[in-house]
């Protein structure tokens, strides 16, 4: 009786010695997604303070655009971004709510903005009453100064943010660790627990054949479990890695290699590929592939060709010979057993492709969980990785013309001058300007006119070497950066511009619009300045004497002439 209540009590410690094992693993488990959406969180921040950031840009932009031109369709985006931006600063003030230093850092961001367009404002109005040079006057420092404050502001959140991550990226690994040292720890304690019963069953000689098989079996249950249990470690320090290593990620093809080797790594006995869709969504392409596959499939295939596409959810065949298979697969040979899984790939409610796996027969496929897991971390680095991507393009493109904007000229005209002054290069800027544009619009309106500068600003991505940068200056004004270029060359490379602007044919509207001419100004480093606001002034004083000279010409800035200072 007392070796019987002996093994009992020992039945029961080892059975509460797993349970506290997976009681551990559980909560580690729970500390460590908790962690990752913390993580995912973050970077959900960073983008709203990014997107702030860039709508107070665009309406600076529509403000100068209107003051250039006049034109309305500058107001309406300036108007857009007005209704825009507290919607954001709403939506930034909600996602930072239990973050009392944000929250003030949030209110003087808000306070900021706010007081920048009220600035805005007050110019486009003295413009409206009172003309352009009104309204030049009346932009004063202090739009500069809330333009860098707005700007120091983002910057400190984004540090703020940044430092956050780095913390919350830490106390993710803390979880993983958490869960290893469970693992490592409760192996030993648990086998030692095993033997103790074995060896107390053992002893019930009256008992032994049910002993031993009570014994077998339990070892066996126990064995399994630990395996178990420590495939599930590896698997969730392994995961927990990839998610570290994706968030790291500059680019897609980073993320994507890096998962290939992963799943290689988790399904060793599996060959699998991603697949991507297009920006149109009409097609998936191959992107990466690993192992050996036993069936083929297809390179480009239409999204109709996947089940796993259409009906949004996995679609896993056991045996390709007994069962429904996607059109992109092909058929095994016969007696060959081959199982697969398609999984799709979504992010925010958007489809982003599907993860093939193929592997011998018959299935299910081992392991499938881990890798849905691993699709759903790459189908959210792969969506913040795009739209990281959009709002770094948005804040130094322009929308019209795909040129960079003029705060992306003004970084990389002071940058290629101090590159250009290192290496003893010269550097050219010229100034183009459209002749009798607002007679052009008024003609043909401004649907016309905005027809037009598409079709310069393809022109001059077309025409320009690939270390020259063409920016939209503002309205129907462009500049276009020369390094190591001097004057000479850069006033050939302003003829054969001038000369491909009036061959130019712009279809609109079913017809061709009418030829345009330009006049262009260039301003040599370091020749006439070496600070970049004093070659855009020359440039744009060379530019003003070739309209005063009739158009349609180049002109070298000569200061006896220009006189600008």
Known sequence: MQQRTRSKIALVFSALVFIAIGIGVFIGARRFIADSRLVAHTHEVISRIDEIQAMVLD?????????????????VDYQMSIERLPLLLASLSRSI?????????????????????????????????????????AINQNAFRTTSAIREQVRAMVREE??????????SRRSADLLLGLAFAGIPFGLAVVASVYGILLSELRRRSRAERRAA????????NLEQLQRSSADLQTLGRYTGLLQSCANPEEALEISARTLEALLPEIAGSVYLLRAS??????????????????TFLPPSDCWAIRRGQPHVIDDLHNDASCPHIARPDQGQSVATACIPMSAQGVQIGFLFLCGAGPGPLPRLAVAESAMEQLSLALSNLRLRESLRLQSIRDPLTGLYNRRYLEESLAREIARCGRRNFPLSVLMLDVDH???????????????????????????LRGEDIACRYGGEEFTVILPESDSISAMRHAEELRLALS????????KVLPP??????????????????????????????????????????????????
């Not at 932009?61 to 034109?71: Q, V």
């Not at 430092?163 to 990226?169: I, N, T, Y």
């Open 97 to 137: 709510a239990e973050n009392a230093e944000q929250r003030q850092n949030v209110r003087k961001l808000d306070e900021l903005v706010h007081r920048r367009l009220g600035q805005i404002q007050h110019v486009v109005n003295i413009y409206d009453g009172q003309g352009l040079e009104a309204a030049r006057s």
């Open 217 to 224: 079996s339990a070892s066996l249950q126990l064995s399994g």
């Open 437 to 463: 544009f607002k007679q052009f619009n008024d003609t043909h309106g401004h649907a016309g006119g905005d027809a037009l500068l598409a079709a310069i600003g393809h022109l001059l991505s077309s025409r």
């Open 281 to 298: 969504n009409d097609r998936a392409e191959n992107i990466v592939s690993w192992g050996l596959p036993l069936v083929e499939t297809t």
């Open 162 to 171: 940044q430092e956050l991550l780095v913390e919350r990226a830490a106390s």
């Open 503 to 510: 061959q130019m044919s712009v279809p609109f509207a079913g």
């Open 59 to 75: 309406a600076e932009s529509a403000e100068r655009g209107y003051l250039l031109t006049g034109s309305q369709a500058y107001l």
């Open 516 to 565: 345009i001419t330009a006049s262009l100004g260039v301003a040599t480093y370091p020749l006439d300045g070496v600070v970049g606001l004093t070659l855009l002034r020359k440039a744009d004083a060379a530019l003003y004497r070739a309209k005063r000279s009739g158009r349609n010409r180049v002109l070298q800035f000569d200061a006896s002439l220009d006189g600008a200072g």
